[in-house]
């Protein structure tokens, strides 16, 4: 059996160590590029992007030649956002599109996501069976099959007029004064020059990267230095995006942040009133705030849950035909306008809504009352599993038993991190803090 290489967001790992080598990487590019080209036609072609990261460099040329050591042509697009690549794999007709990211993780990591020609990540049988080929003998091109790479020059510009087309006809943001944060990663900028180019006053932070501050105290995952911004020039609201832009945060002008949650909520209401949110269904993960349900119940609506990770929202609203999904963390994914998560486009429905409304941000991003929900993170050695440890289900067990009726307790590995989340939700503070707590102990102990 081959080693597991795919996690629930591609290929992913520290830099220069196993699995993200340069080795890896040319091995990933020709599997993925034999995969793709099976019918031994010559015709075939992929997209590269990738985010600000150092290793970027280092990936993208592996990359390009594995793929082109299987006859696959190489379109590369340069620093673009993750869901540029899905829409540009799918504009330039490629049969396989990448993204060379680590998304909100420290610029010392990097992954490798993978995209169909519909522009959707691949699911997981077709990773598997890539990840299958990497340990194999892979059949590369005769010579003079061999593949061609070319830059496109222009790839950054394609997207931004795209994502102004998702933003409605009439209307601007004349008036409107927006910070937005870009992790010092993809977006640095598409999303400050599409903001200016609707009409927005842009103060811009975030937007210097150096191949090594991507994420580092900015971005969707610290939103201290956006709040502050705001407070600061006295904004109307602000977006904080993370590494490669597929995750967003709102900030009011107060400096108080609205997560996923509360944007899917304001999506799907105004969605619902406007009869778009198809199936009156919002999709949506485990890690949703009891208060998400509760308001959609409230108004007709289903919340549909699904494990964690953007790929497994979009292959629930494909199979049950819904357009609205994503995550706690920020992920919006809306399959109107995009394959998969899109800070950049979620952050324009936000502000389309305070320009048709002329409510203040502060009005939007309090949808519902969300019920006190705690998460914290362990780490783990890799390879190891605390949570089968004969302690950690006994303390497991009971204090389940303890909540029962009261609220709940959700507890899982990362699929991109070694690490465990113990998250529980209960309106007895003194009782959520008890069952994270001790679980948390019992795992650290494992550990």
């Given at each position: 059996?081959?080693?597991?290489?795919?996690?629930?967001?591609?290929?992913?790992?520290?830099?220069?160590?196993?699995?993200?080598?340069?080795?890896?990487?040319?091995?990933?590019?020709?599997?993925?590029?034999r995969?793709?080209?099976?019918?031994?036609?010559?015709?075939?072609r992929?997209?590269?992007?990738?985010?600000?990261?150092?290793?970027?460099?280092m990936?993208?040329?592996?990359?390009?030649?594995?793929?082109t050591?299987?006859?696959?042509?190489?379109?590369?697009?340069?620093?673009?956002?993750?869901?540029?690549?899905?829409?540009?794999?799918?504009s330039?007709?490629?049969?396989?599109?990448?993204?060379?990211?680590?998304?909100?993780?420290?610029h010392?990591d990097?992954?490798?996501?993978f995209?169909?020609?519909?522009?959707?990540?691949?699911?997981?049988?077709?990773?598997?069976e890539?990840?299958?080929?990497?340990?194999?003998?892979?059949?590369?091109?005769?010579?003079?099959?061999?593949?061609?790479?070319?830059?496109?020059?222009?790839?950054?510009?394609?997207?931004?007029?795209?994502?102004?087309?998702?933003?409605?006809?009439?209307?601007?943001?004349?008036?409107?004064?927006?910070?937005i944060?870009?992790?010092?990663?993809?977006?640095?900028?598409?999303?400050?020059?599409?903001?200016?180019?609707?009409?927005?006053?842009?103060i811009?932070?975030?937007?210097?990267?150096?191949?090594?501050?991507?994420?580092?105290r900015?971005?969707?995952?610290?939103t201290?230095?956006?709040?502050?911004?705001?407070?600061?020039?006295?904004?109307?609201?602000?977006?904080?995006?993370?590494?490669?832009?597929?995750?967003v945060?709102?900030?009011?002008?107060?400096?108080?942040?609205?997560?996923?949650?509360?944007?899917?909520?304001?999506?799907a209401?105004?969605?619902?009133?406007?009869?778009?949110?198809?199936?009156?269904?919002?999709?949506?993960?485990?890690?949703?705030?009891?208060?998400?349900?509760?308001?959609?119940t409230?108004?007709?609506?289903?919340?549909?849950?699904?494990?964690?990770?953007?790929?497994?929202?979009v292959?629930?609203?494909?199979?049950?035909?819904?357009?609205?999904?994503?995550?706690?963390?920020?992920?919006?994914?809306?399959?109107?306008?995009?394959?998969?998560?899109?800070?950049?486009?979620?952050?324009?429905?936000?502000?389309?809504?305070?320009?048709?409304?002329?409510?203040?941000?502060?009005?939007?991003?309090?949808?519902?009352e969300?019920v006190?929900?705690?998460?914290?993170n362990?780490?783990?050695?890799?390879?190891?599993?605390?949570?089968?440890?004969?302690?950690?289900?006994?303390?497991?067990?009971?204090?389940?038993?303890?909540?029962?009726?009261?609220?709940?307790?959700?507890?899982?590995?990362?699929?991109?991190?070694?690490?465990?989340?113990?998250?529980?939700e209960?309106?007895?503070?003194?009782?959520?803090?008890?069952?994270?707590?001790?679980?948390?102990?019992?795992?650290?102990?494992?550990?």
């Amino acid at each position: 059996m081959s080693p597991k290489l795919f996690g629930t967001d591609g290929v992913r790992g520290t830099a220069n160590s196993y699995p993200m080598t340069a080795e890896m990487a040319l091995k990933l590019g020709a599997a993925a590029g034999r995969f793709f080209r099976r019918d031994g036609s010559t015709a075939h072609r992929v997209v590269i992007g990738k985010d600000t990261r150092l290793s970027g460099y280092m990936l993208e040329n592996a990359l390009t030649a594995g793929l082109t050591s299987t006859g696959m042509n190489v379109l590369l697009l340069g620093p673009v956002p993750t869901p540029a690549v899905g829409f540009l794999t799918r504009s330039m007709r490629a049969d396989l599109g990448v993204m060379i990211s680590a998304s909100h993780n420290p610029h010392h990591d990097n992954g490798i996501k993978f995209f169909g020609p519909d522009g959707f990540k691949l699911s997981d049988a077709a990773e598997e069976e890539i990840s299958a080929m990497v340990f194999g003998d892979i059949a590369l091109a005769h010579p003079e099959n061999i593949g061609r790479a070319k830059r496109i020059e222009d790839a950054r510009g394609r997207y931004q007029e795209y994502a102004k087309t998702t933003f409605p006809a009439g209307l601007r943001l004349d008036g409107l004064k927006v910070v937005i944060d870009c992790a010092n990663g993809a977006a640095y900028k598409t999303a400050p020059e599409v903001l200016w180019e609707l009409g927005a006053e842009v103060i811009s932070v975030g937007v210097t990267p150096n191949g090594k501050n991507i994420n580092d105290r900015c971005g969707s995952t610290h939103t201290q230095t956006a709040a502050e911004a705001v407070v600061a020039h006295g904004a109307h609201v602000g977006i904080s995006l993370d590494g490669d832009a597929d995750r967003v945060m709102i900030l009011d002008e107060t400096g108080h942040v609205a997560d996923g949650d509360q944007i899917m909520a304001l999506l799907a209401g105004r969605w619902a009133e406007e009869g778009r949110l198809l199936g009156g269904t919002l999709v949506a993960t485990v890690m949703s705030n009891l208060g998400l349900e509760r308001f959609m119940t409230a108004r007709g609506l289903r919340l549909e849950r699904t494990s964690v990770g953007d790929r497994y929202v979009v292959e629930a609203m494909r199979r049950g035909g819904f357009n609205l999904g994503g995550e706690q963390s920020g992920h919006i994914v809306m399959t109107d306008y995009a394959t998969t998560g899109d800070g950049l486009i979620a952050g324009l429905q936000f502000l389309a809504e305070m320009a048709r409304s002329g409510r203040a941000a502060s009005d939007l991003v309090r949808q519902f009352e969300t019920v006190p929900q705690m998460l914290k993170n362990v780490r783990y050695a890799a390879g190891k599993n605390p949570l089968a440890a004969a302690t950690v289900q006994a303390v497991i067990a009971a204090k389940t038993q303890a909540i029962e009726g009261k609220g709940r307790i959700l507890i899982r590995k990362s699929g991109t991190e070694p690490l465990i989340r113990v998250m529980a939700e209960c309106e007895d503070a003194g009782l959520l803090a008890d069952v994270v707590g001790e679980i948390v102990a019992a795992v650290e102990a494992a550990v």
